[in-house]
């Protein structure tokens, strides 16, 4: 079995689609361990709508294949278009951002994924659900590598966000 942590983001019905992923991934994988969510200001895209950012991870013994075409159909099965241009709005992004301690490209897949040193919304979770666990190429832990983190214009703040009939993230 091995750590996976996948981000999640939308900024299209958030609220719904994030809820539809955490409970697709809680039945799928069980136990998980979420971040909290981060609302952030796009980074790229023309359509100014904010997305919800978070991470999660659970155990898995699936191929980095198996993972990441589950993570597809469920992007598709929540209205993702495939022709849907890279920086367009979007009903659920969800991404491997680690495997275990896996690197290099597996089953097509780039691991660790490199978003996880370019974007505040996806370090910051990351720091904060695991701030002692080392990133699997640089071997710095997620906490110390956002303490160094340059954020520049990237705007991202907690939001209270309730799942499964609890709280699982209080705002700032």
Same mark, same amino acid.
């Given at each position: #079995?091995?750590?996976?942590? %996948? ?12 809820? $539809?992923?955490? !409970? ?5 994988? *069980? ?5 909290? %969510?981060?609302?952030?200001? @796009?980074? *790229? ?9 978070? &991470?999660?991870? +659970?155990?898995? =013994?699936?191929? %980095? *294949? ?9 992007? +598709? ?7 849907? @241009?890279?920086?367009? /709005?979007?009903?659920?992004?969800? !991404? ?10 597996? =089953?097509?897949?780039?691991? /660790? ?8 919304? &996806?370090?910051? /979770? #990351? ?8 990133? /699997? ?5 997620? $906490?110390?590598?956002? $303490?160094?983190?340059?954020?520049? !214009?990237?705007?991202?703040?907690? &939001? ?13």
């Amino acid at each position: #079995m091995a750590l996976v942590t %996948v981000s999640i983001g939308s900024n299209i019905e958030r609220d719904r689609h994030v809820r $539809a992923c955490l !409970d697709a991934l809680a039945e799928t994988f *069980g136990d998980l361990a979420i971040s909290r %969510v981060f609302e952030s200001e @796009p980074v *790229g895209f023309e359509d100014g709508r904010n997305f919800y950012n978070l &991470v999660a991870a +659970f155990e898995s =013994d699936w191929s %980095v *294949g198996e993972l990441q075409a589950w993570c597809k159909r469920l992007e +598709f099965a929540n209205g993702r278009r495939k022709e849907s @241009p890279k920086f367009s /709005p979007r009903t659920l992004d969800i !991404d491997l951002l680690t495997v275990g301690e896996l690197t290099g490209e597996h =089953d097509g897949v780039a691991l /660790p994924r490199d978003e996880i040193h370019h974007h505040a919304f &996806v370090l910051q /979770p #990351m720091a904060e659900l695991l701030p002692e666990v080392r990133h /699997p190429e640089s071997g710095e832990t997620y $906490a110390a590598q956002w $303490a160094s983190f340059e954020a520049g !214009d990237q705007r991202l703040w907690a &939001v209270e966000f309730r799942w499964a009939g609890r709280l699982i993230s209080r705002a700032d």
